[in-house]
């Protein structure tokens, strides 16, 4: 197994930073969706990690604590998360992605 | 060379990976987008073979948000980490044999002016410290002297990581690398004076720990090398292997380095001044008004 960020929703969707879409190494990898969270009534939306193209090196946990100081991302391993978001189930619109969580592991 | 060249032929669109349908319904090419609209479109860069965690891979994330126009450029680069990534996304990318991509890039340059004429195509190389000061020296000097309209960025990682941690020319006096055991013995290269000397029209130094600053140097380098002349842009992207930086520290790094040896510089001609506010509207070249006299004299 390895590890993959995990971002909080319920403490990025509280903010509006947006900063980890900037400073994640990987293109494409964490993208940020209008909707996620307003379901659970915050005002904005969450940024989210698409796990099949995480690395794991964690910088993305730096900038959201150092940087922003929201410390809404954590590493966690992959199998530890009920869901997430792939690749295949992203789609991209206007201004923002939206993502239908799944199972991360096969199986 | 223009937005046809991502589209579907017709009837292929439904044989296409999801990733290149994305690319070519929601990519940036014929839009601007800025870095602060990242996370919400398709990036032109894919999967890439880069370490996890490498600043270099942030920089060329970045430096592809910022080309002007996407579609309408061509990068190049040589051996070495960057072109593992560069040569992933879905702007045309040549390759210069080791040494040779300023030289490669001023014939591609000066082709594209003559089969396109006025419409600007941009030429952008971006090689590392090895490639650009080092081993590609000569060319490179010699395409600014000779004034070749195009950008070079130097992906500046002070050593050679794709071959086992050798000392460059750009590595730091005293740096004791694995094959370098001894601790280089000269300083690091000047390479920002002597773009200054041999003729560049915009140089600059960056660090990718501002990505609105990356963005906006690399905009401004690729619209001066459009018409005025050479464009330099030298940024520090940590190999976090050979100088052994943990991956989540190396945002860290990259700002102790850069208040330590790698303070934004910006060096940018009259004449190049002159042209981005005439021809693309830049506000922050016009001369500041001057102060109320009442305001100079306002403690006498």
Known sequence: MY?????????CAAKNCKLCTQYCPEANTILYSDELGKDKGFKYGSAYVAVDRCKGCAQCVWVCDNMAKNH??????????????LTENITYGEKSTTAVLTSPVIG | MSLDYVKFSNGFEKFMPKEYR?????????????????????????????????????????????????????????????????????????????????????GLSRGLRLRFGDKPKDVVVMAGDGGTADIGFQQVLHSWFRKERFTTIMLDNEVYGNTGGQESGMTNRGAVLKMAPLGKKFEKMNMVELAKVAGCAYVATVVPNNPRRVESVIKKAVLVAREIGP??????????????????????????????????????????????????????????????????????
Do not use: W
């Open chain 1, 3 to 11: 590890l993959v960020a995990d971002i909080n929703v319920e403490i």
């Open chain 1, 72 to 85: 809404a991302i954590k590493m966690v391993m992959i199998d530890q998360l009920p869901q997430a978001a």
């Open chain 2, 22 to 106: 994305d690319m070519v319904e929601h990519g940036p090419f014929g839009k601007k987008v800025t870095v602060s609209q990242m996370g919400s479109f398709k990036e032109v860069l894919e999967e890439h073979p880069m370490c996890a965690g490498c600043a270099m891979t942030l920089f060329i994330r970045l430096a592809m948000i910022a080309f002007p126009n996407p579609e309408d450029t061509i990068t190049v680069g040589t051996a070495g980490c960057g072109r593992l990534a560069i040569s992933q996304a879905a702007i045309p990318f040549v390759y210069g044999n080791y040494g040779d991509q300023n030289g490669v890039a001023s």
């Open chain 2, 231 to 300: 464009s330099y842009i030298q940024a520090y992207t940590s190999c976090n292997i050979e100088y052994a930086i943990p991956t989540d520290k190396v945002l860290e790094d990259a700002k102790a380095v850069e208040n330590d040896r790698y303070q934004f510089q910006e060096y940018i001609t009259e004449e190049a001044k002159q042209y981005l506010t005439e021809r693309y509207g830049y506000k922050e070249f016009l001369a500041k008004p001057a102060a109320p006299a009442a305001a100079i004299s306002g403690k006498v």
